[in-house]
């Protein structure tokens, strides 16, 4: 039993795509969609990531029509409050299902393979289970998922490291984070980077390496200045107080409290082309199937 569950863990890591829908028995004019699925942001400056990969997809695929939606309730309700309506993944699938979709590809724009995503795929599933509804949804690969991710994202990320940084400087990335296995995979991407520069080091908010392990890492090395970078596809509120914030637990605060002098880049991972281009693969890959 250990074994086939291990089998069917690593098929899911492995795996560029998913389909988990298939034909429901019956023929209907065959009508494509793409639905863009984001944590989603309130910040206002942070919407230029969002923009920018939903200019990217239309052109990709101007004849396909590109819906949204967004898996975090907290985003979700802050801005209904403020009368902005964001569909989650379920209200976004039920409404292309009765607009009359067929083929739904659903790229997820997080990260990591984490709980966001895998909530991800568990409402899809249950739309295969609708008589009537969409024939076939695939779902593409968020960032990372393969080692060839990894190494395009390792590239990605040093081509986009600010060009003012001197070579006894660090950069450090702020990841999410989380608890589900698939946090390693920050510890993995830091190996790669760190095998083609030294000084480059990856953290999160919510998993591990914590900042107090980069800390140390720093002062091993005797690093005085670091440029902090979010890795996440939008510069946020973890970016702009997490990691810059003023706030005593913030990263810029806790670094410079030990002597190292911090430059803050808000710049989500979602306005760099060179990453946008891993995500629109993933969901070419899928589009493929159709």
Sequence with gaps: MKKQILTLFLIFLLFPSIAVASGHGHHKAVKKGILLVAFGSSIPEAQVSFENIDKRVKKEFANIPVQWAFTSSIIRNKLAKQGKTLDSVAVALAKMMDQGFTHVAVQSLHTIRGEEFNDLLHTAYAFNNMAGGIEKIMIGS???????????????IIENIPAKRKKNEAVVLMGHGTPHPSNAFYAALMF????????????????????????????????????????????????????????????????????????????????????????????????AHF
């Excluded at 080692?147 to 590239?155: C, G, K, L, R």
Aim: net charge negative.
């Design 142 to 156: 968020p960032l990372l998922s393969s080692h060839q991710d990894m190494e395009a994202v390792t590239d990605a």
């Design 192 to 287: 790669h980077l760190q095998r083609k520069d030294a000084n480059i080091f990856v953290g999160t908010v919510e998993g591990s390496p914590t900042i107090d392990d980069i800390a140390t890492m720093l002062k091993e090395k005797k690093i005085k200045k670091v440029h902090l970078i979010p890795f996440m596809s939008v510069a946020g509120d973890h970016a702009r107080n997490d990691m810059a914030g003023e706030e005593d637990d913030s990263w810029k605060s806790i670094l410079e409290k030990q002597g190292i002098n911090c430059e803050v880049v808000l710049k989500g991972t979602a306005e760099y082309d060179n990453m946008i281009d891993i995500w629109v693969g993933h969901l070419k890959d899928v589009m």
